[in-house]
């Protein structure tokens, strides 16, 4: 039975009709640590990639290292190669600046892009431990399912480093393959992590 | 009739009366054939581009081009896509980097700006020719603010990652206004070179309540 307001038919079906205007970003999953090694969209214990959406965006919310002065990464996985090691060449550039006011800088930081590796992709470097230090940003993957095109990714973010320095991070690139993605981990360079990341599909 | 649950009314007047999401699809359009433009005018196929959201944003997903020979750009109108003419000034940075690893920097790209300028505002390309191997493509998103204020001018932010012909990856991040107090209503991307040979622009509103 359709449920019909003023003449327009709202829900028919099980289900919001098809004429009704939805949010087209749509939350899939959160998931929130307090002292875990990594955050993992796998389909296990959250939802991967699927064809379902042809960008994904995540969400990361005060992550925080146990071991101060860490790498924050990630790397994705296909169904017939689950190691998290597909082939990233990318970008990273960097604008910081210190707490006491004397060091600032906007630089490309070769020594956090890839090229043509399989390593994971740093996204913040040096993350501080303190109590009130953290990381947050945004991470958009386009078409992970294409099997015709390399898979861009962009990511901006910021942190607290070690040193009591704001970093911004600036990192895109692509994962140079034509194999479908269906996962995705993210995590530091050493020790566990806190923190709440944040999975949306756009139709 | 409204539809009341536990004193909440979810829906009256033909319309739901809970949020159902601030970011509304408007329109898809796919390329899947080679395209010379792909516009977007206000009461077009379905296209709303006017004051009915306050901030708009267009996804670009795996744009494909014809030719090693150019890239994606952008041009916008004010009189429903009868001319694409409007003045721009606009900022273009990019980050690249190649396969080998030998070649990488963070630059301004003067060449990708504009100076009150009417012609194509550049989002990919330049410097960096779009790679037009099977596999190689762009993707990314534009947002344009405000677009039917006749008050001020309209300001524009775009990000790309793309692949590069000579096997680079290239970001490009580009930022401007419109300079005009007339509404925007209709947009348009075309390649700077050659055609669109496929990939999908998604065109969405945010509400703003």
Redesign the interface.
């Known amino acids: 039975m359709g449920v019909i307001s003023n003449g327009t038919t709202l829900l028919d079906a099980g289900a919001i009709d098809s004429g009704v205007p939805t949010g087209a970003m749509v939350l899939i999953d959160t998931v929130t640590v307090t002292n875990a090694g990594n955050i993992t969209f796998d389909g296990s214990l959250a939802t991967g990639f699927s064809s379902a959406y042809k960008e994904y965006i995540f969400k990361l919310i005060d992550i925080h290292p146990a071991a101060t002065g860490a790498d924050y990464t990630f790397q994705v996985g296909t169904s017939s190669d689950t190691d998290f090691d597909q082939t990233i060449t990318s970008t990273h550039f960097r604008a910081f600046h210190n707490e006491a006011g004397n060091t600032t800088s906007l630089a490309y930081s070769a020594s956090h892009d890839l090229a043509q590796s399989t390593s994971a992709q740093i996204l913040f470097n040096g993350v501080g431990a303190e109590n009130d230090e953290s990381c947050v940003g945004t991470l958009h993957i386009f078409d992970p399912t294409s099997t015709t095109f390399v898979k861009h990714f962009i990511f901006s973010g910021t942190q607290y480093q070690q040193s009591d320095y704001a970093i911004a991070h600036h990192v895109a690139g692509y994962f140079n393959t034509t194999t479908a993605l269906d996962r995705i981990t993210f995590f530091f360079s050493s020790g566990n992590q806190a923190g709440t990341i944040k999975m949306y599909g756009i139709k | ?3 009341i649950s536990n004193a909440t009314t979810i ?6 009366s809970v ?7 408007i329109k898809t359009i796919t390329v899947s054939s080679a395209a010379g433009t792909v516009s977007f005018v206000n009461g077009t196929s379905s296209v709303v581009l006017n004051n009915t959201y306050p901030i708009y944003l267009f ?1 670009f ?2 744009i ?1 081009p014809s030719a090693d020979d150019g890239g994606l750009a952008v041009n916008f109108s004010v009189d429903t896509g009868s001319n694409y003419n409007v003045a721009k000034t606009s900022t273009n940075f990019e ?7 030998s070649d ?3 630059n301004y790209s003067t060449s990708g700006d504009l100076a009150q300028g009417t012609g194509v505002q550049h989002l990919t390309g330049i410097s960096s020719k779009m790679g037009y191997d ?8 534009l947002f344009l603010f405000n677009p039917s204020s006749t008050t001020f001018v309209k300001h524009f932010i775009s ?5 590069d012909y000579r ?5 490009r991040n580009v930022a401007g206004y419109c300079n005009t107090t007339s509404a925007v209503d209709a947009a348009q991307f075309s390649m700077t070179s050659g055609n669109i040979d496929s990939g ?1 622009f ?1 065109l ?1 509103g945010i509400k703003d309540s």
Do not use: C, P
Not at chain 2, 19 to 25: F, P, T, W
């Open positions: 009739m409204a539809i829906a009256d007047a033909g319309a739901f949020s159902l999401g601030s970011m509304v699809l996804k997903i795996n494909h980050a690249y980097a190649d396969e080998g690893d990488v920097a963070v099977n596999d190689q493509s762009a993707s990314g998103e990000e790309f990652n793309q692949s096997n680079y990856t290239w970001r999908i998604k969405y």
